[in-house]
């Protein structure tokens, strides 16, 4: 049984650019959350997406928006990107059940130059 | 804000129980209280949650207080290998919605 999977691994991009990051749910999950950490700290929660709306989003610009396609699957997408967006994005997955455990994938380390 | 607070930093020997301490004095009832760890550079790990009622599955054991003010997360054989930061987050039993972290407590396995 897949885990949380996420695309890519590593990114380095450049002030200003956009990046996209793909993240595939746990089978069976059909709701994503999106977390940002930087470094030395805990998690930050961007948003969450169910059935292919975004359900909940925590205090981020509106550069980040995000995606969830009718596979479940979900991309987020950061534009005119700064330094401070360094960070490890984390994806997780749950069930649309009230209640359900999220599991982690293991994130994609973006470096902003 | 998160609601929990945790030590900065702990240690325990190999072999050892590591037992790891978390405040919620301001819980409510309908909240779970859930345990992540998170290995260097790695996704978090979700470890173990209950309600009310002290739980163990393969890797912990969570011990909740009776007024529901704080927890215990317990390594029983602590290894190298659990050498992480242990994050304490509590969480609405009937919502999926966000998690909250805090600054976690940093456990380091001596050998």
């Known amino acids: 049984d897949a885990g949380v999977t996420q695309s890519p691994t590593h990114l380095i991009k450049t002030r200003g650019q956009q990046v996209t990051l793909r993240c595939s749910p746990k089978?069976?999950?059909?709701?994503v959350s999106w977390y940002q950490q930087a470094l030395g700290q805990g998690p930050q929660f961007i948003f969450q997406y169910y059935e292919e709306e975004e359900r909940q989003r925590g205090n981020f610009p509106d550069r980040f928006s995000g995606h969830q396609f009718p596979n479940y699957s979900s991309e987020l997408n950061v534009n005119a990107l700064l330094l401070g967006d360094s960070a490890l994005y984390l994806c997780?997955?749950?069930?649309?059940?009230?209640?359900?455990?999220?599991?982690f994938g293991p994130g994609t380390r973006l470096l902003v130059l | 804000d998160a609601k929990t607070t945790q030590p900065p930093s702990m240690d325990c020997a190999e072999g050892r129980a590591a037992n790891l301490p978390c405040n919620h004095s301001t819980i409510s009832g309908n909240e779970y209280v859930y345990w992540y760890r998170q290995i260097h550079s790695q996704g978090p790990q979700y470890i173990i949650h209950g309600l009310k009622n002290n739980e163990t599955n393969e890797m912990a054991s969570l011990i909740i207080t009776e007024d529901r003010k704080s927890s215990t997360l317990i390594l029983p054989h602590a290894t190298l290998r659990d050498t992480a930061v242990y994050y304490c987050i509590v969480r609405p039993m009937d919502s999926s919605y966000k998690l909250i972290f805090g600054s976690g407590t940093r456990l380091l396995v001596r050998p």
């Open positions: 089978s069976g999950h059909d709701t």
């Open positions: 997780a997955s749950s069930s649309g059940t009230r209640g359900e455990t999220q599991y």
